[in-house]
């Protein structure tokens, strides 16, 4: 706790540090449209949550928001466009936990951590553990039960690669007793659920918008869900952590970063903003019924989650050899 809290401090005395050498915002900004990117192709979760952030974010600042997306390298094209883009408020990253994971699995990235500043999160797509359903498992404990009764023959489990929220979640539960898992890696998320779905691998994780329906179609057997708390479109999901799995929880979020050097005005007026926005009924109203929680987070409370996901899934990545595929 006291190294999350000093990662935490480091990053926001950096942000500081950057800031308080930036140009002042100018009184009238946005004075014309701002920049979004979101570094995945448009349809996935980040790209929804993005979307609907930047609808209520028009309004407020009076200038268009627009999404601009930019895939590629598992969402490094993104991420380095916005950590070199210029920092005059104009251009920001809607990242994920790739922004936190990154830089523990490559060591030879276009851009540095420190390139970026958090803003504000916006959303979580709640992570929901799945299985195929002739498995033997109804919940966490028994499906634990029943992979530790495959031995050395394994239970094979599908990610979206090294280093995905999959693959976390993965490592989580070995962690919570289940060293026989055989990581599965496919390209995407969307593969690794068609792979439960066939029957080829039995179990993965994934987001709750892409497996949420494929659950109430009686195709998928959903275990648990990662978040930390009950997913409000699904609540006779219980999580993880109620199981008795609290080292199992992570989420797909969605939350905005800036380059170094964006004037601190403009960023505590964005992360205003964005609280309003992501507390509004109108965005509730649009993300919640798919299955997406939103998450209106303070400044501080920001920073200190982005320091904490850096510490905690690196611990993570290094116990387990993660590297970039």
């Not at 523990?104 to 799945?130: F, Q, T």
């Not at 109430?216 to 869900?225: D, R, V």
């Not at 997913?231 to 992570?250: D, K, N």
Request: glycine share 8%.
């Amino acid at each position: 706790m006291h190294t999350v809290r000093s990662l935490a401090v480091a990053l926001a005395c950096s942000c500081a540090g950057v800031l308080l050498h930036a140009p002042l915002a100018r009184a009238d900004w946005p004075d014309h449209a701002v920049k979004w990117v979101v570094p995945f192709a448009p349809g996935g979760a980040n790209d929804l949550m993005a979307r609907a952030a930047a609808e209520g974010m028009s309004k407020r600042l009076g200038q268009p928001v627009v999404i601009e997306n930019k895939p590629g390298a598992g969402a490094i094209v993104g991420t380095a466009f916005v950590a070199k883009a210029k920092p005059d408020g104009y251009t920001f990253l809607v990242g994920a936990a790739g922004v936190a994971t990154n830089s523990l699995l490559n060591k030879s990235l276009p851009y540095e951590d420190k390139e970026l500043v958090p803003v504000g999160m916006i959303a979580v797509a709640p992570s929901v553990i799945v299985v195929n359903p002739a498995l033997p498992a109804s919940d966490l404990k028994s499906f634990i039960a029943w992979a530790k009764e495959q031995g050395d023959k394994g239970v094979n489990w599908s990610t979206a690669g090294s280093g995905s929220t999959p693959h976390f979640v993965a490592e989580m539960l070995k962690e919570s007793g289940v060293p026989n898992l055989v990581i599965v890696p496919y390209k995407s998320g969307s593969e690794g659920v068609t792979a439960v779905l066939s029957g080829s691998v039995s179990a993965t994780s994934e987001a709750s918008i892409v497996v949420l329906p494929y659950v109430k179609a009686g195709k998928l057997k959903a275990l648990a869900t990662t978040y930390e708390k009950r997913i409000t479109a699904y609540p006779s999901l219980p999580t993880a952590i109620e199981q008795g799995y609290p080292a199992v929880s992570i989420g797909h979020w969605a939350g905005l970063f800036a380059p170094a050097g964006t004037p601190a005005a403009v960023i505590e007026r964005m992360n205003a903003e964005l609280i309003n926005v992501v507390k509004s009924k109108e965005f509730a109203d649009h993300l919640v019924p798919s299955g997406i929680e939103p998450a209106p987070y303070s400044l501080k409370d920001f920073v200190t989650f982005v320091a904490g996901e850096r510490e905690r899934l690196g611990r993570l990545a290094r116990a387990a050899g993660m590297k970039a595929e």
